[in-house]
């Protein structure tokens, strides 16, 4: 791959094309781990980001909010939340403030799941991360956040790519 960049590269791109190749074979890598953790019970990453949100809030969350939280189109997270309900994982509940809205809420089935679930996720993010020190660890998740800060940026300006 480095010979490719490099062959690609323009100027002095070299470096910042070699990172963003890192970014996402680690991404590549860390997606299919915590897939395979999933086992066979099929949640796809977006699912398992709305389960983990929905076990924050015990009363629910509405799906325009998770839809915020999540970074994607409420058509989106109402697709996944109709997985996560057909699994038993999740349930609608009417909104108590607003008898005509309708929030996600974690069941106790979803609890259990993402129980079984931490055990080896953890064991899996001890592996990968073996041998970081806390700082390193520290660093590297602030360096992805500028990372995603930018993209965010980009994403509302898209003239200032400069």
Not at 29 to 35: A, E, T, V, W
Not at 59 to 80: E, P, Q, Y
Not at 95 to 106: G, M, N, Q, T, Y
Request: charge should be neutral; include cysteine.
């Amino acid at each position: 791959m480095r010979t490719a960049l490099a062959e690609f590269a323009h100027d002095d791109d070299l470096g910042v094309l070699e990172a963003a190749a890192a970014i996402r074979a680690a991404a590549r890598g860390l997606d299919k781990l915590r897939s395979t953790g999933t086992g066979d019970r099929g949640l796809s990453p977006g699912a398992l980001d709305i389960l983990l949100r929905l076990a924050v809030d015990e009363t629910g969350i509405s799906i325009k909010d998770l839809a915020a939280s999540a970074g994607v189109s409420s058509r989106n997270v109402t697709g996944l939340v109709d997985t996560l309900e057909r699994g038993g994982l999740a349930e609608r509940v009417p909104a108590p403030e607003d008898r005509r809205s309708v929030l996600a809420r974690i069941t106790a089935a979803g609890r259990t799941w993402l129980d079984e679930f931490r055990r080896p996720s953890q064991a899996a993010m001890a592996a990968v991360f073996r041998n970081f020190t806390p700082a390193e660890t520290a660093l590297l998740r602030h360096l992805c956040l500028r990372v995603v800060e930018n993209q965010d940026r980009l994403a509302r300006y898209p003239e200032d790519r400069s």
